[in-house]
């Protein structure tokens, strides 16, 4: 199970060169695997690719993706505020995409942050239309919906 999360998100890093910078996404990423390593070896082993080790995949890649985006919007917030380095707006928007939209509403609530900046907000929201009509499809085609 370890093996087969650590192939899929480093897979990503590959695939997605804009992620290597995101250190934010780096910490995602060993959150997950740990997650997986204690799974695996405190109640039990599941094949590679394997239903339920994707079923775990996903709810450990969410549960960790929307603490993490939650955790970047506070920070880049502070930074704000006291004029240090800020994160860029594309790790934001690309934590939101790899499904920590639910951590970017929270954060943007909470932390009053980046949720009156129009251009920011316009593509937050079209990328979520977006990323919710691709899972849309894919469920379609998967005939789960």
Do not use: C
């Not at 450990?60 to 006291?82: H, W």
């Not at 920590?100 to 990328?127: E, N």
């Amino acid at each position: 199970m370890v093996l087969t999360f650590t192939i899929i998100l480093i897979g990503l890093l590959l695939i997605i060169p804009p992620l290597q910078k995101n250190s934010f996404y780096m910490v995602h990423v060993g959150l997950v695997i740990l997650a997986a390593y204690y799974v695996e070896n405190n109640f039990f082993t599941v094949t590679p690719f394997h239903p339920k080790t994707l079923m775990l995949f996903l709810v450990f890649q969410l549960i960790s993706i929307n603490i993490i985006t939650f955790v970047a919007y506070g920070v880049d917030k502070r930074a704000a505020q006291s004029g240090r380095w800020r994160v860029p707006e594309s790790n934001l928007h690309t934590l939101e995409f790899l499904g920590g939209w639910g951590g970017a509403l929270l954060g943007q609530k909470i932390f009053h942050h980046k949720s009156k900046k129009r251009s920011y907000q316009m593509f937050f929201w079209a990328m979520m239309f977006f990323e919710a009509g691709l899972i849309y499809v894919i469920l379609k085609f998967l005939h789960i919906i």
